[in-house]
């Protein structure tokens, strides 16, 4: 369900996630784009990138014991921006024209830059991304995270760490962008739960600057 939001301004195409009430969310700057690509187009990048990515299986290990990702993963970036996370170290495979195209315009529309990408593929409903933040050291302090979903719509949830009892959950379809940003990820996690109802293929590119 898309909960209320603070528009910039009456022509603008993006908005400040807020409370139900309306209030902001504390110590958090998540600014959503509902229809960063039109739906028509969101399809075409879909198709496109389930073809030319090289999607890995990755794993972690819990308890001594190696589990797979409930997902698949691949990372590009520029040369050297190595990025690890829960014991997997990921060398970036280099931009595609495609890759490209696609961070030059969040670049331009969002007047942000970004050195890496991390994308995710949700094969089905049970592929996921349990409770965390995008706090790692080499995100750097206040790491901006750019969030483009293409494919099926799925629910992220944000919750806030010093109190869980205030949490925001939000529908991200084909086509939208999120924006984490500012002390975002000191405060708050975020996931992709599972899902009880059948959900076809997503994809989720987050864009990102690994300072190393
Ligand atoms: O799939 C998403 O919308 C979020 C992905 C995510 O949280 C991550 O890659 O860190």
Redo the contacts with the bound molecule.
Sequence with gaps: MLSLFQPFSSDSNHCLLTQADGTPLPNAEVVFYPEFYPYSESSILFEQLMQELKWQQNHITFYGKKIPVP?L?VWHGDSGKTYQYSGNRFEPQPWTDLLSKIKEKIEKETDSSFNSV?I?L?RNAQDS?GW?S?DEPELGTNPV?A?L?LGAI?K?RLRYIHDKTIKKEIL?PAGSL?MMKGNTQHHWQ???PKSRTPSAP?I?L?FRNVFT
Excluded: M, Q
């Design positions: 997902r993963e991390l995710n949700y991304v965390h995008d995270i969030s979903s799925r992220f991200l999120l975020h996931e992709v997503r989720n987050t």
